[in-house]
């Protein structure tokens, strides 16, 4: 992968930015940098799924030269709210491949879920420098996505704060003798719970995350722990690191975002407080940095920092992810995608919070992992996968 600062000059001009998923939480948040750093970006596009009233207030405000909404029954509602305006307007799954597709050198890709796919490899493919939030892209098109990387000379920043971490880690001390990685994971909103208290669970209480303010999908894959299979899948991508090799710690204070662990027997550290604009700014800026507002550390008064072992039993979705990731090929395409069926149904009330790892799982095993060969096989895995767990779903949902 391209990762060197030393083939790229700081920024003396604006950068010209496109945010896909400008409206969710890693969109807003990159815009409020960008408003708290004026003359350092210009906006090249915005996309939003549904969500067109805060999409035509950031264009409005942000005059990109083209706005996006996901949501092709919505287009019209885009267009009269931007009437007036000289900001063209779009719509639909294409559209969104065509504003990462636009002359932006820097990309933030912050749509959730394999939704997000297209349009960030769209972005790789013409080689721009791509913040990566959308983590579940790398986890269900993996290697294909690393080889547009490499073939077109992208960048990938990572955005999620434990593998932007590691990456400061390796910025300020190389790649070479490392013994392994260590993911820092909160624990979620159930961390001392029993298995058995969660069956009740509902959804507000799943995205009340204690740490992190965030989207909806992200906060309930927090509170399974799937978000740091999920994670564990994407370092294991973006640092070239076999699964056994990753190690995932429980650190409930979400400070130290993540450590390099060296032969040697040194380990690096990131620390900040947990809010996602230190991260952000960092990809933002890289390779210098830029001021961001979030808390800084009193550690004097939090005192203490404490950590804990994964516990697989009542976290099995950990567990899950470890095995897709072992397994490899197509296996994270399928955990993914029935994870994505599993989150929006528990969601939408159709299934209950311990019926999620049960979806993917059985997904998991009714559909045998073959080698990644094309995206057009994975898109048909990744729809083979939808299925199966929508089945799986409705069946849980008569039993309740
Ligand atoms: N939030 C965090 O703190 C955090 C931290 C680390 C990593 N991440 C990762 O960053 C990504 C975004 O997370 P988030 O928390 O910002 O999510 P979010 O708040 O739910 O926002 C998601 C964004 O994607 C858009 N979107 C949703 N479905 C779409 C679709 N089918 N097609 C096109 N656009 C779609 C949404 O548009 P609408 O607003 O119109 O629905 C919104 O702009 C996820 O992959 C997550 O894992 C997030």
């Not at 990131?270 to 550390?297: H, N």
Request: with cysteine; aromatic share 4%.
């Amino acid at each position: 992968m391209a990762i060197t600062s030393a083939n790229l000059k700081p920024a003396a001009e604006p950068r010209r930015l496109t945010i896909l998923g400008s409206t969710g939480s890693i969109g807003t948040s990159t815009i409020d940098l960008i408003d708290r750093n004026p003359g350092a970006f210009e906006i090249e596009a915005l996309t939003a799924n549904k969500n067109v009233k805060l999409l035509a207030e950031q264009a409005r405000r942000l005059r990109p030269q083209l706005a996006v909404v996901a949501d092709p029954g919505l287009y019209q509602e885009l267009k009269e709210a931007l009437s007036g305006t000289n900001i063209a307007v779009a719509a639909g799954p294409e559209a969104l491949v065509e504003a990462a597709g636009r002359p932006a050198s820097w990309v933030m890709s912050a749509i959730v879920g394999a939704a997000g796919l297209q349009a960030t490899l769209a972005a790789v493919r013409r080689g721009a420098c791509v913040a990566l939030a959308n983590k579940e892209s790398l986890v269900c098109a993996g290697d294909l996505m690393l080889d547009a990387v490499k073939r077109h000379g992208a960048t990938l920043l990572p955005v999620d704060s434990e593998h932007n971490a590691i990456f400061q880690c390796f910025e300020a001390e190389g790649r070479k003798s490392i013994e392994k990685l260590i993911l820092t994971a909160s624990g979620g909103p159930f961390r001392t719970r029993k298995r058995e208290e969660l069956r009740d669970v509902t959804p507000a209480q799943a995205v009340a995350h204690p740490n992190w303010d965030m989207g909806a999908k992200i906060s309930v894959d927090s509170a399974t722990m799937m978000n740091k299979g999920l994670e564990v899948i994407e370092a294991s991508h973006l640092f070239a690191m076999p699964e056994d090799r990753l190690d995932v710690i429980v650190h409930p204070q979400s400070i130290i975002h993540s450590m390099v662990a060296y032969e040697d027997g040194s380990v690096l550290a990131q620390l900040g407080s947990p809010d996602m604009r230190t991260p952000i700014a960092y990809t933002l800026a890289w390779p210098q940095r830029m001021p961001a507002p979030s808390a800084r550390l009193d550690l004097a008064k939090i005192a203490t920092l404490t950590f804990e072992a994964p516990d697989e039993q009542r976290f099995p979705a950990l567990r899950l992810a470890r095995q897709a990731l072992k397994e490899g090929g197509t296996a994270p395409t399928i955990l993914n995608a029935a994870n994505e069926v599993a989150v929006y149904s528990f969601l939408g009330g159709k299934i209950g919070y311990l019926d999620m790892t049960a979806v993917v799982e059985d997904t998991l095993t009714a559909i045998p992992a073959q080698a990644m060969t094309s995206l057009e096989q994975l898109g048909a895995v990744d729809r083979e996968a939808r299925a199966v767990a929508d089945r799986r779903v409705q069946a849980l949902g008569l039993k309740r």
